[in-house]
């Protein structure tokens, strides 16, 4: 069944319209395969994506780019802000739900958009879908490995937040600025878990994923496993 109850078999009586939520060139199905699904799926597109044009469609479906970011340009300090807050893009988002009127709005990824989207979405009358392709909503560094490449438990207090911030900024991680840091990413941390626990759906690529964002407060009730697809040739008959 689908995440709503709906029968992946039934055709359905009227077109769904969805809001596809992604943040790179990559979509979830390949060009025809969304002209197949046509007759049952309206799809708008919001991507961050500084190469793509304002207008355009994929297959079926128009395409809205949005700056990547709050603030001047694609940088670690403007993604970063954007785990708050993202004027531009909410009010972007917002005028598209109220135009679009979507039922569904299926979250791919939120880096460098907002994480007021969701709220956005479920204001607007949508459900809400958000797969978790990584550990981004926990973990600033996407991967769960710090700048030293050890493997690490999750954001904790926020401690070893702040070297990995130091390092991506190119500055030594010391512990006085780590300390001084780690308010902040408790911040994100609460933001994020809050926008992910408004979702009527989370979708996790592995028990792995899932269990790690369990680990890191999700209910694991609430994550439900389905693994990526993988594309095969069509069976030869003799």
């Known amino acids: 069944s689908s995440p709503f109850g709906t029968p992946k078999a039934t055709k359905m009586s009227k077109v769904l319209k969805v809001f596809l939520v992604l943040i790179v060139c990559v979509f ?3 060009a025809q395969q969304y002209k197949d699904t046509e007759e049952t799926l309206k799809a708008t597109v919001i991507k961050r994506e500084p190469t793509v044009q304002p207008e355009s469609r994929y297959a079926n479906m128009p395409v809205e ?3 990547w970011g709050f603030g001047p340009g694609p940088d670690a300090l403007s993604t970063y802000m954007a785990s708050f807050i993202n004027p531009a893009v909410e009010r972007r988002f917002e005028a598209l739900c109220r135009d679009f009127r979507p039922e569904i709005v299926h979250v791919q990824h939120l880096m460098g958009l907002s994480p007021r989207l ?3 979405a479920r204001r607007a009358g949508a459900r809400l879908v958000i797969t978790l392709h990584d550990y981004w909503f ?6 769960l490995f710090r700048w030293s490449r050890e493997q690490c438990p999750g954001p904790g207090l926020g401690y070893y937040c702040g070297g990995c911030a130091l390092h991506r900024l190119h500055r030594r991680p010391q512990p006085l600025l780590m300390a001084l840091a780690a308010p902040v990413f408790v911040a994100r ?11 009527d759906y989370l979708i996790a690529p592995s028990q792995a994923v899932a269990n790690r964002l369990a680990g890191q407060g999700i209910p694991l009730e609430r994550l439900h496993v389905v693994a990526h697809g993988i594309v095969t040739a069509p069976a030869h008959t003799a």
């Open 138 to 143: 926990v973990c600033s560094n996407t991967w």
């Open 65 to 67: 780019a949005v700056p």
């Open 28 to 30: 979830p199905l390949s």
């Open 189 to 199: 941390t609460r933001v994020l878990r809050r926008a992910l626990l408004g979702a």
């Open 118 to 120: 969701p709220a956005i």
